[in-house]
T-cell receptor, first 112, second 113 residues
Framework: DVKVTQSSRYLVKRTGEKVFLECVQD?????MFWYRQDPGLGLRLIYF???????EKGDIPEGYSVSREKKERFSLILESASTNQTSMYLC???????????FGPGTRLTVL | DQQVKQNSPSLSVQEGRISILNCDYT??????FLWYKKYPAEGPTFLIS?????DKNEDGRFTVFLNKSAKHLSLHIVPSQPGDSAVYFC????????????FGSGTQLTVLP
């Protein structure tokens, strides 16, 4: 079974803090994704990566950056957290050009 | 501008009856569609998919129908069970962007015992 793990289930940070969200997958997948889920808006793609050290902007990249130094690990960085970044953050991975993505359990981030 | 729309935020059905969840899309480049199920405090899990060259795909109690001319797909769950209560997301993949999925806003299904 594919396993995608996220470093924290719940996180509370202060406005202006730098926040790191970590994601690890164990299936040697090429592609990794970061989404945020908000009520009524579904899942919105922040960034994705199709190879080590490669990254592509999704639909809402503003205020975020990412890092992929190893194939199995994809990090989401909030350079200076703001209250409008309070959300559920979901990491996913997939093989090559396949459609199906496998998701981690999510990190509920609250920015005060 | 949402390219994948789920216009019903919620749906309640009686146990044993059929649940029908609907999804509309606007992008003609979408060639593969997926349904995901999400329980609270868990990540979405893949449920069923359909290629644009088909109009129906069935897997046990779950069937997805695709109407390309109407740009509409639906997920049928028969019979519905209380354990099916979850948020269901419709997602689409574009032939022009092989890796990305575009998600709808989700429908909360509640199956009443």
């Amino acid at each position: 079974d594919v396993k995608v793990t996220q470093s924290s289930r719940y996180l509370v940070k202060r406005t202006g803090e730098k926040v790191f969200l970590e994601c690890v997958q164990d299936m040697d997948h090429e592609n990794m994704f970061w989404y945020r889920q908000d009520p009524g808006l579904g899942l919105r793609l922040i960034y994705f990566s199709y190879d080590v050290k490669m990254k592509e902007k999704g639909d809402i990249p503003e205020g975020y950056s990412v890092s992929r130094e190893k194939k199995e690990r994809f990090s989401l960085i909030l350079e200076s957290a703001s209250t409008n970044q309070t959300s559920m953050y979901l990491c996913a991975s997939s093989e090559g050009g396949a459609g199906e993505q496998f998701f981690g359990p999510g990190t509920r981030l609250t920015v005060l | 501008d949402q390219q994948v729309k789920q216009n019903s935020p919620s749906l309640s059905v009686q146990e044993g009856r059929i649940s029908i969840l609907n999804c509309d899309y606007t992008n003609s480049m979408f060639d593969y569609f997926l349904w995901y199920k999400k329980y609270p405090a868990e990540g979405p899990t893949f449920l069923i998919s359909i290629s644009s060259i088909k109009d129906k795909n069935e897997d046990g109690r779950f069937t997805v129908f695709l109407n390309k001319s109407a740009k509409h797909l639906s997920l049928h769950i028969v019979p519905s069970q209380p354990g099916d209560s979850a948020v269901y997301f419709c997602a689409a993949k574009s032939s022009g962007s092989a890796r990305q999925l575009t998600f709808g806003s989700g429908t909360q299904l509640t199956v009443l015992p």
